[in-house]
């Protein structure tokens, strides 16, 4: 089955705490764990919050008949950290009407923008890194063009913001993928076990070519809620590394 998450719609910003949605996702064992080239780390588990979610503006005076709206459809840290760490790519699902429905984002920022006037469901598959999880997440979002509590004309300042907010929790982690994300700002990651010596690790592809991957800067951000959990999260992952507690 298909997860689902909680959802938290505001027209002009501002932040949101809701209830969080945690999936589980372990990796299939496979030969390379059997020959001991990809071991795990027992009993750890290492959580990524993730936010993804769609902002659409009213086009104004530029609006036609079938192009009344710009929007974008994104997934993205929960604290606008880069995700190519753990995120190998995104497949987009669009309307059967969009040329090229189907939209695979190959690299960081995972985002695609589009016009249209219509309302639909995006099915959002995130792929992993093979040493991350050999599952993907199946994730589907409603795409909001129009407020639900406005009356009058429109805004074209004012976006439609709509986003989602789930933790993905990857039980038994590879030495790779743990040793990859021990100080990454945007994985919580558990104090390292006694006795565990850090791998050395090869290029994970993509996760630099397009340069920072990271949201802190784009042009939407301001639009992006804020997840007082995912701070919450992240700042108590944060302390509990520098004070050793496990």
């Not at 695979?104 to 995130?126: H, Y």
Request: charged residues 25%; contains cysteine; hydrophobic residues 35%.
């Amino acid at each position: 089955m298909p997860q689902t998450a909680i959802e938290a719609q505001v027209e002009d910003g501002g932040s949101a705490s809701k209830p969080q949605r945690i999936i589980k996702l372990s990796k299939t064992t496979d030969d390379s764990d059997k020959k001991g080239t990809n071991k795990r780390v027992k009993d750890i588990e290492i959580c990524v919050p993730i936010v993804y979610g769609t902002i659409a503006f009213y086009l104004g005076r530029k609006a036609s008949e079938s192009q009344s709206h710009k929007w974008t459809v994104y997934v993205r840290g929960a604290t606008n950290e880069d995700l190519g760490a753990v995120i190998k790519h995104v497949v987009f699902q669009l309307h059967p009407s969009f040329n090229n429905p189907t939209r695979i984002v190959e690299a960081p920022p995972f985002e695609l923008s589009e016009c249209g006037w219509g309302e639909f469901e995006i099915g959002i598959s995130i792929f992993f890194h093979s040493d991350v999880c050999d599952k993907h997440l199946d994730l589907y979002h409603m795409l909001k063009l129009y407020p639900e509590d406005e009356s009058g004309p429109q805004s074209t300042k004012k976006p439609v913001v709509m986003e989602s907010y789930n933790e993905i929790v990857f039980p038994d982690p590879s030495e790779c993928f743990f040793a990859r994300v021990q100080n990454h700002p945007a994985v919580v990651v558990p104090r390292m076990p006694a006795g565990f010596s850090l791998p050395v690790l090869a290029p994970v592809e993509n996760t630099n070519e397009k340069g920072r991957g990271d949201t802190k800067d784009h042009p939407l951000s301001q639009w992006f809620l804020n997840f007082s959990e995912a701070d919450e999260l992240l700042k108590l992952a944060s302390a509990r590394q520098q004070v050793g507690i496990a």
